[in-house]
């Protein structure tokens, strides 16, 4: 059976935010098209009637095929995005996996769940509420948190340098294990190798 998931990385569109801690979730996205585009097969969608990029993608070493998007909506309206292709391709929330940065991690750290509540993240928000349930999946990123709760703001719309930077980059490539590992075996089987990272 052809199963289908639809994998979507949170971000802000615009060069301005490209490499940004927020966009962690795109970058992450960037990365799975080009391991795809090495060994399976990717093909460019037209997402505009969704407000997105959009690829459908096969790799052989993963079950199914996977609809991979970045919504163009910024962070705190991805549910405009995400809701509408989730009905079109006729998947339920539980075929969805959102790609995301979590300021409640450490920098580089990797966490696999399903459900949940959304921490303040305003795109995990905008999901939950378009959808009407928090049940799907998430890949959480750590970025950290500044030293001061006034900085959030401009800490999560900055770039990470230095050993945070690598950890991140590092994080977003075992990323790829983990949504491996999902697909493959399972819930348990991810949320074991992100934590062992």
């Known amino acids: 059976m052809n199963t289908q998931r639809l994998l979507v990385g949170l ?7 490209s490499g940004t801690r927020h966009n962690a979730g795109f970058d992450t996205i960037d990365l799975f098209l080009d391991l795809a585009e ?5 093909r460019e969608l037209s997402g505009t009637k969704f407000l ?5 993608v096969t790799i052989p070493e993963l079950p ?7 919504p163009m909506t910024f ?26 940065d979590e300021l409640d991690l450490s920098p580089g750290s990797l966490r696999f769940k399903f459900s949940g509540g959304n921490a303040g993240h305003n795109g995990l928000k905008s999901i939950s509420q378009r959808l009407g349930t928090n049940d799907f999946y998430r890949l959480r990123i750590g970025i950290g948190r500044p030293p001061a709760k006034d900085q959030v703001i401009p800490w999560v719309l900055g770039r990470a340098c ?15 294990e983990v949504l491996t590992d999902f697909a ?3 819930l348990e089987a ?3 190798k992100a934590r062992a990272f």
């Open 162 to 176: 230095g050993e945070d930077g690598e950890r991140i980059r590092l994080a977003q490539q075992k990323g790829l």
């Open 75 to 100: 962070m705190n309206e991805s549910g405009r995005s995400v809701q509408p292709l989730l009905a079109w391709y006729k998947l339920d929330s539980r075929s969805l996996v959102v790609i995301h």
């Open 184 to 186: 493959v075996d399972g």
């Open 38 to 42: 090495k060994t399976g097969r990717v």
């Open 64 to 70: 199914g095929t996977w609809i991979c998007a970045k």
């Open 11 to 17: 971000g802000n569109p615009g060069p301005q935010y």
């Open 190 to 192: 991810a949320v074991a």
């Open 52 to 56: 997105c990029m959009l690829w459908q």
